[in-house]
């Protein structure tokens, strides 16, 4: 069996659910995946066969842990299948010029921390009004109203496609079972 950790930063909370999500399909497709919040604890990689990194775009940045715990461990992961996830409402919109952001942003993190995953992905997030403070709540409605997003601050919105998050999370799986199988490993694909 293979054995995938999943790490992640978030701020309001929805990264937290896209790695439980990974987690569970991981699971479901034969790895053994470990699901760990930056914040609390900072895990090596010894005994891991591949590596998922999820964090959220706050203001064109992601969680400073996450930047950190990347850095620490750059070369152990330059041996390793990995995926770098960034999550933000950019991959919700579909002109050039925001796609070339949500590329650049991905493009200037890895840049910065010195690691080349084998895939990178942007997912998209979620507007979690409730969880807001009211200076954020007014700030976010001012950006979502601007992109033409959805306004109602009574309620939350989750944009993720959960479907095609498992697809990803599938994939991965396979592609870690492939390499280990390749170095001489017992797993095989699913
Ligand atoms: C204060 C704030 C700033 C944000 N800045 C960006 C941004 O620069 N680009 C972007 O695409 N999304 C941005 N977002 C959207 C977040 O990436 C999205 O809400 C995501 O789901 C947050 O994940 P988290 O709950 O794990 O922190 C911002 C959200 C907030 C609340």
Known sequence: ??????????????????????????????????????????????????????????????????????????????????AFISVCLGALQHEPEVQQEVAATIRRFLASVDWEPTITKAVAGAVLYSRYGWLKRWLMRRIVAKAGGDTDTSRDYEYTDWADLDRFAEGFADLVARRLAEAGGYAQPA
């Open 1 to 82: 069996m293979t054995r995938i950790l999943i790490l992640y930063g978030t701020t309001d909370g929805h990264t937290a659910k896209i790695a439980r999500r990974l987690g569970d399909t991981l699971r479901a497709r034969g790895a053994d995946s470990d699901v760990v919040n930056v914040a609390h604890a900072t895990p090596r990689l010894a005994g891991y066969d591949g590596v998922i990194v999820a964090a959220s775009v706050h203001t064109g940045t992601y969680q400073p842990e996450v930047r950190q715990w990347v850095r620490t461990h750059a070369p152990a992961l330059a041996d390793m299948p990995g």
